[in-house]
Every structure is written in structure tokens, then in C-alpha cells.
């Protein structure tokens, strides 16, 4: 105001310095006059809103009759979490947010703990220069850019993951691995790097240690990985409830990275633990009906099956085929198992291990067809060597297989009754028991030796054609406790299941 007053009272005419002046004084007048006056009687402050949201509240908090200037045209968005996240993943794709925040407080994915491979926190992740995950090793320092998925079917490897990153060595000799994490699966999976991709000529310079150089690493993905089909389920009336939960947690144990169920008819708390795990991706269930005019009425259906057992036998491949087709792509292995019936390998900890023994022992001879499947032989635990010996001491009365620890003395007869894991790229059609055809030629099942493994079924008495030799079978039981060995996690994951289904009260 001082420097527009003085251009103005510059000039040479009286009248002219008298208007200048004049208008000045009337200006400073206009400035200082809400300053001299007395201040208004204060109202009572209302709550500030949080800082975030002013520029919200200023509008809100704007009186209707009162005509006010536009706000600019600024982004008042508030994002939520999820939306941070997602924004967060975009800006840095290879940093798993979203994935990391659903398992974070999952202590089943190791989270927090100090075994071997522990779900790491994403805060513990150390980057450099925004997009570099920084691991430091014991022979050179490893930044690591982005991990990508190659199922290219030209790969001499097969399906893997490869890494691409720097390390400050030529020739890296360091033995790494790659610890590869899946939704439903609760420990991960380490596989060695299979190479060190040198993305560079040695001609071109800088071919020393101590200077970053360009690699492409490739971890190969796993090929255990096991899937369970389980043929139309008829239990209308049977609440066999708590018998599945056991058997579920049983199946995951050895391996089984999901189960497919198929569902005639079921008992209703049946169908509550059926969605629990479904919550929880642990299974899938498909509806299905019997085609033509064989009954679907609830009750006569059940009636039908127990008569026509050869119509359902046929049937009965319709649900294990699909599984086959739906999921060959998805699953090296799949095993087709009732729910009263577990392969359980004796010298190694889950199917996995099984696998990697037999696989070199099954090898076929010349000229003799690829091996399409690995069969377990059959051993009955059956319901009554149980009543005659009473109950075990120290393990839940409703913990059906672990209870029964009596069985046949022997096998029943070599092919008879077996299950197998069966390999999705080898077979064609698949019976209940056997594939009944195979791609490349005749299919051919090896028999995995007893000591290894076995099926163990679980049944109230022999099935209805070896009720001639079953007194046989029954005869001198044996004390086997062979699934003891995962006795403390299946307790501990079928309690906690249990719970969860409020089919056991909470813990006080």
C-alpha cells in the first residue's frame, strides 16, 4: 500500500496530491477498521476434524443460504487399506502386500517363528533403491529385481520360477534356494536354484568380481504337488462330521494340496464342516446328481446305491474323471480316496517323500510302457478289533483312526482293494482302483513295496465280497499304531477345526 500511495501523490498539481492523499488515508482506513473493532462474543469451539479429512469438513460445515466460491479442484479422497495395498503392489509388483497382509497373523504359516523357513515380515524385507530386495549372502551380497512364472512347454526344466538379479561375482558358486509360498498351503515349499543364467558377455567388459553382474537364477516348481478326488458323498442320515474333520487334517498332513468333493447327499453338519474348509481353501465341492431316471429323491437315492451296486460303481467314474480333467494342469499326482481310507507311507514324513524313494524304484524295464500309477496294497483297521481291546488312553475317543490301532494281520490279496497316486500326464480314463487307459500306450501301475507304504481303510467290517475270507483276515490282530507319528498335529488341527465348527466348546 506504501509504494501504490507514493506513485500516486507524485504529481504536480495541489488537487492531485489532495485526491492521492485522500485516497490513501480512505484505504488504510478500510485495512485498519476491523482491527479497532471490539472482537465477537466467542461461541463454544466445536471438536476438530481429523487432519485428513479439513477440506471435507470445510465444505460440509458451509451454510446451505450461504453462496460460496467453488473449492479447487483438488483430490479429496481418503483411501482405504486395501486400497493403499493395492496401490502399493501397483507401484512395486514385486513386493507381495496383499498376500503377506491376508497370512500375516496366521501362525500356521510360520509366521513369527523360529523354524526352519519363517514367514518373513514385509517390514524385515530390505530394498534398496525402491525396486531392489537386497540379500545378503555369505560369499557376495545378491539384489534381487522380480520373480516370474515360466510354464513355457519348450523349458528342458519344466514349469519354474525364475529370479532375475545382480550379485557381485562371476561364476557364483553359493548354493541358493528359492522358498516358494502357496495360498492354501501352510508351510512353503524350498527348492534349490537350479542354475546361474550369466546375461552377459565376458567380452564386453567388467568381467570381475566385486562389480554387479546380470544373472537369471531358475527354481524349478515342485512337482509333488498332490491333489485328493472323493467320489459322490451319500451320507443322508450319517453325521460322519467329526470322523471327516480327522480325515481332512489327515490327508493335509501327507500332503494333499487340496480335495475334491464330489456331493450326492449329505448329513447337514457334514455340510457345515464342508464349507469351513472351503473358507478356509482347503476344499472344493461339486454338486452332482445320477443322470436318467435313477433316483436324486433324498432317501430313495441312498436306497438305490446300497442295491445297484454295479450301477454305482459305474457312476462313480463319472465325478473321478472330472477331477481328472478339471485339475490335470493344476497337479501332478491325484489319489482317489474314500473318506475312510488314507495311503500312509511308513519310512518317509508325508506323499512327497514317498514319491522321491519310489520313483527310482519303479523305474520299468526295457521297452516295457511309462509307469502311470503307484499303488498301495489294502489293510483293514477294522471297527470291531477296536471293541475288543477297549479304548487308547491319551488320545480323543473322537479321534476315529487314532483310536483304532488294531488291524488285519494281513493284506488282502495282491491288486485287490489298493489306491493309488496316479500321474496326470500318463493317464487317460481312471477307475476307481486303476487307470483304465493311458496316453503313449498300455498303462502300467507299480506296486509299492508294504514296507514303504500302505493304504489303511478304516472300515466297521471287510466289504461284502470278502465276507467268505474276512474271519480269515480277522483272525490274530495286530497292534499298529503307524499313524501315531502324526498324532500330536492331527490332534492339535482337528481340535482347532472343531472348535472353530463349535462341535467342541471353546477353551476356557
Not at 35 to 41: I, K
Not at 233 to 262: P, Q, T
Not at 465 to 478: D, F, H, I, T
Request: with cysteine; charged share 25%; aromatic share 10%.
Amino acid at each position: 500500500m506504501r509504494g501504490w500511495c507514493a506513485r500516486w501523490s507524485g504529481g504536480g498539481r495541489a488537487r492531485l496530491r489532495w485526491l492521492a492523499a485522500l485516497l490513501c488515508w480512505a484505504a488504510l482506513a478500510a485495512v485498519a477498521l476491523p482491527r479497532l473493532q471490539a472482537p465477537p462474543t466467542p461461541r463454544p469451539a466445536a471438536p476438530a476434524p481429523p487432519a485428513r479429512l479439513l477440506l471435507q469438513s470445510e465444505a460440509a460445515a458451509s451454510t446451505p443460504a450461504v453462496v460460496t466460491q467453488p473449492l479447487p479442484a483438488t483430490d479429496t479422497r481418503v483411501l482405504t487399506e486395501d486400497e493403499l495395498r493395492a496401490d502399493a503392489e501397483r507401484r512395486l509388483p514385486s513386493l507381495p502386500l496383499a498376500y503377506w497382509h491376508r497370512h500375516k497373523d496366521d501362525k500356521n504359516k510360520f509366521y513369527k517363528k523360529k523354524d526352519c523357513a519363517p514367514f518373513p515380515s514385509i517390514y524385515d524385507l530390505e530394498f534398496h533403491n525402491t525396486y531392489w530386495q537386497t540379500l545378503r549372502a555369505s560369499n557376495g551380497v545378491f539384489h534381487l529385481y522380480g520373480a516370474y512364472m515360466d510354464a513355457r512347454n519348450t523349458s528342458r526344466i519344466g514349469p519354474a520360477v525364475r529370479v532375475l538379479a545382480v550379485h557381485d561375482r562371476i561364476k557364483p558358486t553359493l548354493a541358493t534356494h528359492c522358498q516358494l509360498w502357496f495360498e492354501e498351503r501352510e508351510a512353503p515349499v524350498v527348492v534349490r536354484n537350479l542354475e546361474y543364467k550369466y546375461v552377459w558377455n565376458s567380452k564386453w567388459g567388467n568381467y570381475r568380481d566385486h562389480v554387479l553382474q546380470p544373472y537369471l537364477l531358475a527354481c524349478v516348481l515342485p512337482a509333488e504337488e498332490f491333489a485328493v478326488c472323493v467320489k459322490g458323498l451319500d451320507f443322508l442320515h450319517e453325521d460322519l462330521s467329526v470322523r471327516l474333520v480327522e480325515w481332512i487334517e489327515m490327508v493335509r498332513i501327507l500332503g494333499a494340496d487340496k480335495i475334491f468333493f464330489y456331493e450326492l447327499q449329505v448329513h447337514p453338519n457334514i455340510t457345515k464342516v464342508l464349507d469351513y474348509y472351503k473358507g478356509v481353501g482347503a476344499v472344493e465341492v461339486t454338486p452332482i446328481t445320477l443322470p436318467g431316471g435313477q433316483p436324486n429323491l433324498p432317501g430313495l437315492q441312498h436306497m438305490y446305491l446300497k442295491k445297484k451296486t454295479t450301477h454305482k460303481r459305474q457312476m462313480e467314474l463319472i465325478p473321478y474323471n472330472d477331477c481328472l480333467y478339471r485339475h490335470m494342469y493344476e497337479y501332478r499326482w491325484l489319489a482317489l480316496l474314500d473318506i475312510d481310507e488314507v495311503i500312509v507311507p511308513l519310512e518317509d514324513e508325508d506323499w512327497s517323500g514317498l514319491m522321491r524313494r519310489i520313483l527310482p524304484l519303479s523305474v520299468p524295464a526295457a521297452g516295457k510302457p511309462a509307469r502311470s500309477s503307484y499303488h498301495a496294497s489294502n489293510l483293514y483297521f477294522l471297527d470291531s478289533l477296536r471293541h475288543e481291546h477297549g479304548w487308547e488312553e491319551g488320545v480323543p475317543r473322537y479321534m476315529h483312526m487314532l483310536q483304532h490301532v488294531y488291524r488285519t494281520r494281513n493284506f488282502t490279496k495282491p491288486g485287490q482293494y489298493v489306491k493309488a497316486f496316479h500321474e496326470t500326464d500318463r493317464v487317460l480314463a481312471l477307475h476307481n482302483h486303476f487307470p483304465l487307459a493311458c496316453l503313449g500306450g498300455a498303462c502300467s501301475s507299480y506296486a509299492m513295496e508294504t514296507r514303504h507304504a500302505r493304504l489303511q481303510h478304516y472300515r466297521a467290517d471287510c466289504v461284502t465280497a470278502l465276507s467268505k475270507s474276512c474271519a480269515e483276515l480277522r483272525a490274530q490282530p495286530v497292534r499298529d499304531t503307524a499313524l501315531w507319528r502324526w498324532r500330536g498335529p492331527l490332534q492339535e488341527r482337528a481340535e482347532r477345526a472343531l472348535r472353530d465348527l463349535t462341535f467342541l466348546p471353546p477353551h476356557r
